[in-house]
């Protein structure tokens, strides 16, 4: 579609399905959401420094822009609670294999159950197979679902869990920390036979992921259509900035949406706890993405982790939600 038509639809997302077609045509909406073409590697590198240095992070390159063209469109209705989509990265952890008693089921068990005992549905960027060491691009060993991890997320829909694709394997296919990616590098036939792979792995489960969690965050910008074309909604977060470009979220891109999530929002929950509260305070009434990493919370003994859901229950969505409201906006001309 031209970049006109998804325009039209970011904007359906951001202001709601009321919207007027004034509304949407206003210059701060447009300037709010208008998706360029992938920066220059010289400017991703500057994206990422910046990034760094805090200077270009959710609440003021995301929100304020979000926030002021709102206003514009609706006025005093634009006031609002934020809207939290609470996505965790992963399970089965990547490093389940290697280290049961630290990242095995049990331990994500504690962290479900604190999440559905503070009413806070969520997305869970699922694994199809678990590798061992999986940041040694050499390696090749690797092992299905188990039982446990089976019984698990056959039940957890009902528990108000959706799920999205993470890949395959997690397995890297560099070395370096700083280009860590299961995709970047495969062609488009090699990058299909992966991600349909995956697909059919869960279809046997029941489960058809609309949501792709991309591992390591990373997928070079021409593999994004292919995404696109099995994916209502493609994630990203800190690092997709080096491959894609810093890029605002929730935005139509293509034939899906992109949704990164950023600093404060992709954190330990310690740190995404100030940030949601000043979204709280803002009545942003925005989609926020908010990405949690269950092991990190675990390692920190889990007590950050339920401060945060007690300050963020009331206003988190179930993913459920979103992706009707993306299948209105898909809907506009």
């Not at 559905?116 to 060491?133: D, H």
């Not at 889990?302 to 979103?322: N, S, V």
Request: proline share 8%.
């Amino acid at each position: 579609m031209a970049d006109g038509g998804n325009l039209t639809r970011s904007a359906r997302l951001l202001l709601g399905p009321g919207a007027d077609d004034h509304a949407v045509r206003l210059k701060a909406v447009r300037a709010a959401l208008r998706q360029g073409r992938v920066p220059p590697p010289p400017m991703r590198l500057a994206q990422r420094v910046q990034r760094k240095l805090g200077r270009l992070e959710y609440e003021q390159a995301v929100a304020e822009p979000m926030i002021a063209a709102r206003r514009a469109a609706l006025g005093p209705d634009a006031d609002g609670p934020p809207r939290f989509l609470i996505r965790v990265d992963e399970f089965p952890h990547a490093l389940a294999l290697d280290q049961p008693e630290r990242y095995g089921t049990e331990r994500y068990r504690r962290f479900h159950g604190l999440l559905r005992e503070a009413g806070v549905p969520y997305l869970v960027a699922v694994l199809p197979r678990v590798s061992a060491n999986p940041l040694d691009p050499e390696g090749t060993s690797w092992r299905g679902l188990d039982d446990e991890e089976r019984e698990l997320l056959v039940a957890m829909p009902a528990q108000g869990v959706s799920y999205g694709l993470h890949g395959l394997d997690h397995r890297t296919r560099h070395l370096s920390p700083r280009r860590r990616s299961e995709l970047c590098g495969l062609d488009a036939a090699a990058t299909e036979r992966l991600l349909d792979t995956g697909l059919a792995e869960l279809e046997v489960l029941g489960l058809r992921p609309r949501v792709f969690v991309p591992p390591f965050n990373r997928f070079d910008a021409a593999q994004y259509e292919i995404l696109a074309r099995r994916f209502d909604v493609v994630c990203g977060g800190p690092e997709s900035v080096g491959v894609l470009g810093f890029q605002r979220s929730p935005v139509w891109r293509g034939e899906a949406v992109y949704m990164p999530a950023y600093h404060p929002l992709y954190g330990r929950a310690d740190e995404v706890l100030g940030g949601a509260r000043a979204l709280i305070d803002r009545r942003a009434g925005l989609w926020a993405p908010i990405v949690l990493h269950w092991g990190w919370e675990a390692a920190e003994g889990w007590g950050a982790l339920e401060r945060l859901l007690e300050a963020i229950a009331p206003y988190t969505a179930h993913w459920d939600e979103f992706l009707a409201e993306v299948d209105a906006s898909r809907l506009v001309a």
